[in-house]
């Protein structure tokens, strides 16, 4: 979920201003007038969405033994459901970025790596850069991760990458010698990186609620945790899909 720029959002409809800028004009003659800029601001509005659970406890569960605490799971799972389901619209998003050819990070020739990630990340990160953007991010699936910090142009040759720690786990990773921040997720499709600017992407967070009932009618209690939110790349030329980085 930190993956992208979180903005809280009090109301259900968001208006995001993208701003365009201009360049500073250069080697003014002496008395000449100096040029007018302006930049120009395009308005783009959201909508947020609902994201809900809803479960219930029969008062027939409570008249049978059970090793355990049932309700307690099933609220605990709401929880943590409702991070991955976050989780799980950021990296949708994520992937409708422009895509780029890129090579397999895990192609191997002699004993040594075929295709260096630092070269491809440079190149993409030229263009970011050309948008106005700062590539400071990186999303990747555990497998691409794995290619990556085992390649022998990042391993052992131009830097010393840190051991691959909790495979499959979700986790936020730092290697030496590299500017990004890496989200190592498998929610992201393993066969691609995504580089960007952490700001070209939001995550409008609106209101939540939870709440508990009593139907008497039907005989249970239940229990509802609402969660309004969207996610959007709203700077597009500063977020660019990677393809083909692990095969």
Do not use: C
């Not at 630092?118 to 850069?129: A, P, Y």
């Amino acid at each position: 979920q930190n993956a992208a720029t979180t903005i809280p959002t009090p109301y259900l409809d968001v208006r995001v201003d993208t701003w365009s800028g201009f360049d500073v004009a250069e080697d003014i003659k002496i008395g000449a007038q100096i040029p007018t800029s302006q930049g120009s601001f395009a308005a783009t509005t959201y909508t947020l969405k609902l994201n809900a659970a809803h479960i219930a406890r029969y008062d027939e569960l409570d008249m049978r033994p059970h090793y355990w605490d049932i309700w307690r799971t099933n609220l605990e799972n709401i929880a943590r459901r409702m991070v991955k389901k976050k989780a799980q619209l950021i990296g949708t998003e994520l992937e409708t970025a422009t895509g780029v050819s890129g090579a397999d990070w895990g192609v191997v020739a002699s004993g040594l790596s075929t295709n260096n990630p630092l070269d491809l990340l440079g190149t993409v990160s030229d263009t970011i850069i050309s948008n106005d953007g700062n590539p400071d991010t990186v999303a990747v699936g555990d497998r691409a991760y794995r290619d990556l910090v085992s390649n022998t142009f990042v391993h052992g040759t131009s830097q010393n990458a840190p051991a691959q720690n909790a495979p499959g786990a979700a986790k936020i990773v730092n290697i030496p010698g590299f500017s990004y921040t890496f989200y190592v997720d498998n929610l992201i499709t393993n066969t691609v990186a995504i580089l960007y600017d952490k700001q070209a992407i939001a995550a409008f967070q609106g209101p939540t609620s939870t709440a508990a009932y009593r139907d008497a009618l039907h005989r249970f209690d239940g229990y509802i945790a609402t969660d309004y939110f969207l996610t959007k790349i709203t700077q597009s030329g500063k977020i660019r899909k990677i393809t083909g980085v692990s095969a």
